[in-house]
C-alpha cells in the first residue's frame, strides 16, 4: 500500500493475461491503492476475467511508470499476431476507450487529438479485415462505469471500430481510414460541452423530441467543429466528417440538410446512426440492421445500405 505516490488509472482491458508485466499494478479499495501484481509478475487469465466479472473497469498504475505502461502497450500492439480475437478486441478498445475518456475530459487539447490518431492507427492495424475483432470489440462487457457519459465513451469506440472496419470493405485508403478514426472518437465530442438537460437527448430517439430539444441537439456537430477548429493540429478532413456526421444523403439531417456527402462521410453517418441506435437507444443489433431498409432508403445510397446490411449481417453471424 502507497497512498504517498500518485496513481494513474489504466483500462483493464488493455492488460493480456498470462504476460510478465513491466510495472506494478495496483487495485483501488476504498479508496486506497493497494498493490495487485508486482512488476516481473503476471495476471493470470482467470483472474482477469473475474475482475471483469465483478465490474472492475480500472487498475492502477504508478505515474511514474506511465512510460512503462505505454512501452508495454506499444510492444503488445506490435506483437498483436500472437494474440487471439478476444485479445486483441479487448486491448484496441482498452487503447481507444482511453483515447475516448480523454477527448471528453480534453477535448481541445493536443494529447487528445494525438492519442485519437494513435488509437484510431491502433484500430486499423489490429482490426485489418477480421471481423471477429470486431465483434468482440462491439460485444466486449460494458467498458465504462454505466452512466450516460461512459456509454457516450463506449459509442465514440464503437463508431470508430465499425467505421474503420466498414471502410475497409467499401476499399478506403489507409490515410481516409485513419481520419474515420479519428473522426469518429470526436463525432460527439460537443456533448461534452452541453448542458444536462441537453447531454440527456443524446438517449433520446429523435423523433420524440420537442422541438426545442430538436434545435438544442442539432447544434451538436457544429458545437463539436467549433471545439477544434482553430486548432493547428485538426485535420481539415476530421473536421468535416465531425460536421457531417448527422447529415443524410437526401437532405433529411442537420445541422444543414445538405445533400451531397463524400462517399468517407456517408460511411462515418452511417455508422454513427447504426450505433446510436444499438449504444444509446438500446435497440438490438438486428433491429436495426434490419430497420435500415425500411426506415433509412433515400437517407443513404442504397448499394451503401445493402453493403452495410450483408456487411452487419457477417459480423454478427446472422442467417
Ligand atoms: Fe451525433
Ligand atoms: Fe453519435
Redesign the pocket.
Known amino acids: 500500500m502507497s497512498d504517498s505516490k500518485s496513481f494513474v488509472p489504466i483500462q483493464l482491458s488493455t492488460l493480456v493475461g498470462d504476460l510478465a508485466l513491466m510495472f506494478d499494478v495496483y487495485i483501488k479499495v476504498d479508496d486506497r491503492c493497494l498493490l495487485y501484481v508486482r512488476s516481473g509478475d503476471e495476471i493470470e487469465t482467470h483472474r482477469l476475467k473475474a475482475l471483469k466479472k465483478k465490474k472492475v473497469r480500472k487498475l492502477f498504475i504508478t505515474g511514474q511508470d506511465e512510460t512503462k505502461y505505454q512501452e508495454f502497450l506499444d510492444s503488445l500492439l506490435l506483437n498483436s499476431d500472437k494474440l487471439n480475437s478476444e485479445q486483441k478486441g479487448s486491448l484496441a478498445s482498452g487503447v481507444a476507450e482511453s483515447a475516448s475518456e480523454e477527448i471528453y475530459k480534453n477535448p481541445q487539447s493536443q494529447a487528445a487529438y494525438s492519442t485519437a490518431e494513435k488509437a484510431a492507427n491502433n484500430l486499423i492495424d489490429i482490426m485489418s479485415q477480421n471481423q471477429d475483432v470486431l465483434l468482440s470489440i462491439l460485444n466486449r462487457d460494458g467498458s465504462g462505469d454505466g452512466t450516460q457519459t461512459s456509454l457516450m465513451h463506449s459509442h465514440a469506440v464503437n463508431v470508430c471500430s465499425l467505421a474503420i472496419s466498414f471502410g475497409e470493405e467499401l476499399k478506403f485508403s489507409r490515410d481516409q481510414l485513419g481520419t474515420l478514426g479519428i473522426a469518429s472518437l470526436f ?2 465530442v ?1 456533448y461534452a460541452m452541453m448542458k444536462e438537460g441537453d447531454q440527456a437527448l ?1 438517449f433520446k430517439d429523435f423523433k420524440s423530441m420537442t422541438p426545442a430539444e430538436q434545435i438544442s441537439y442539432k447544434q ?2 457544429v458545437i463539436g467543429v467549433e471545439a477544434l477548429q482553430d486548432k493547428p493540429f485538426a485535420n481539415a478532413t476530421v473536421l468535416g466528417l465531425i460536421a457531417t ?2 447529415e443524410r444523403m437526401n437532405g433529411t439531417g442537420f445541422p444543414k440538410g445538405i445533400n451531397n456527402m463524400s462517399p468517407v462521410q456517408e460511411c462515418h453517418a452511417l455508422c ?1 446512426l447504426y450505433d ?1 441506435q444499438v449504444t444509446c437507444l438500446g435497440q438490438t443489433p438486428e433491429t436495426v440492421i434490419n430497420d435500415l431498409m425500411i426506415n433509412h432508403i433515400g437517407a443513404f445510397n442504397l448499394e451503401v445500405l445493402k453493403k452495410f446490411k450483408a456487411f452487419m449481417k457477417n459480423v454478427y453471424k446472422l442467417g
Open positions: 463525432h460527439d460537443g443524446f451538436h456537430p456526421h448527422e454513427c446510436r
